[in-house]
């Protein structure tokens, strides 16, 4: 009895299948802007890293007024500053350039009328290649996994990938039979690898508003925030009034995240054959 209901169905769904499919008419997009970026946590400040974006995408209708968006890009994202962060001495004494390349698919659904849309997804995206210059020079950066780690030869300890601060970490080494306090900053250098990798993956929450400038021819804004962390970094000598200790400055850790907003040109395929579909199965429901 249930084999035949689900013949049934199957064989309903194949006869309205050329209506459903004229009905949903999938508009194609194209992207091509820029991407303004900085690193929350890398003590690089300020939106002053550009980036190239572009791809392409799809969105289909639900109703008249929301539509569901696939979309497949290149991003490059980062940080830039005319000064780098010396990670000895605790000061900016030199230039640093980061570039992050990603293949992001970003999930949407938007809210829209004839001439603005509002949209709000997530994304994923893959990091597919990077590069890290301080002072014009490339550093031995790569793609891992993006924690701490104990140095090498150092055995016994409780693991400290999950970690979410200095005195956190400061703790951990004080009950390993370690002293701490002005003696910390040369010591948790001499136990604790820094991380010198990012994560291969990034998952954002994503805002965007979008206007038409002519036909089928839209300008979006989008902000993007990375979920989870891409990397957590350990600064030694960092100067933290909070954190002084008889005037000694001591380490900070810091988790980094992806902040990003992006300005780009969207073309719109089929829109216009879209909206006609759409105005016809309206009339014919009436």
Known sequence: MKKSRIIALAFALLLSAPTLLRAQIIKGELFLGSNICQVDGDECYRYRKLGVHAGAGALVPITNYLDAGLEVLFGQKGAYKRDSLNYHLGYFTGRYNLTLNYVEVPVMLYLHDSRF???????????????????????????????LHWKEGVEGMPDISEVQDIKELSNIIYNAGYPTTEQEKDLIPKLVDNSVNYRPHDFNICVDVKARVWNGLYAELRYQYSLVPIRTR???????????????????????????????????FNERRSKANQAVNKMGGQ
């Open 117 to 147: 849309a509002f949209g709000l997804g997530v994304s994923y995206g893959r990091l597919v290649g990077l590069t890290e210059k301080i002072d014009g020079v490339n550093s031995t950066i790569g793609i891992g996994d993006g924690q």
């Open 234 to 268: 350990l600064f030694h000598n960092k100067l933290n009034p909070n954190e002084l200790i008889d005037d000694i400055r001591v380490p900070a850790l810091q988790r980094q995240y992806n902040n990003s907003y992006t300005l780009r040109l969207v073309y719109l």
